[in-house]
Nanobody, 123 residues
Framework: QVKVVQSGGGQVQAGGSLKLSCTTF????????MGWFRHAPDKEREGVSC????????YYAASVVGRFTVSRDNAKNTLDLQMNSLKPEDTAMYYC????????????????WGQGTQVTVSS
C-alpha cells in the first residue's frame, strides 16, 4: 500500500517561517510530480505549489510567489515546502500529493495524498 507521510507545520506569528516535509513509501518517488495543497475552513481546497519529477520545474499559486519554495531530493525520497513571510491567510491544513503530472489546478487528479498537517499563523 502506497503511503505519503508528512511532517512539519505548527504555529507561528505573522512574518515567521515554517517548513513542511513529505516522503513516500512503496512508490518510485521520482516517477511522480509532487504537489502541495491547502484547505482552510470555509474555503475551497487550493493548489499551493508543485514540482516536476526531476525538480527542474516548479509552479506556485500567485498568493505564495516569492514567499514559498518547493524542493525535492529524489535520492532521499523527500519533498519540502519552505514557507517564509507567513501571513494569517496562510492558515490551513496542508497536504502533499503525488501525481505523474505537475498541475495545481486539478487536485482531484492526484493519485496519492499525505495525512495533512496544520499550519496556523497568528497576527
Amino acid at each position: 500500500q502506497v503511503k505519503v507521510v508528512q511532517s512539519g507545520g505548527g504555529q507561528v506569528q505573522a512574518g515567521g517561517s515554517l517548513k513542511l516535509s513529505c516522503t513516500t513509501f512503496r512508490v518510485t518517488f521520482d516517477d511522480y510530480a509532487m504537489g502541495w495543497f491547502r484547505h482552510a475552513p470555509d474555503k475551497e481546497r487550493e493548489g499551493v505549489s508543485c514540482i516536476t519529477w526531476s525538480g527542474a520545474s516548479t509552479y506556485y499559486a500567485a498568493s505564495v510567489v516569492g514567499r514559498f519554495t518547493v524542493s525535492r531530493d529524489n535520492a532521499k525520497n523527500t519533498l519540502d515546502l519552505q514557507m517564509n513571510s507567513l501571513k494569517p491567510e496562510d492558515t490551513a491544513m496542508y497536504y502533499c500529493a503525488a501525481d505523474p503530472i505537475c498541475d495545481i489546478k486539478f487536485p482531484s487528479a492526484y493519485d496519492y495524498w499525505g495525512q495533512g498537517t496544520q499550519v496556523t499563523v497568528s497576527s
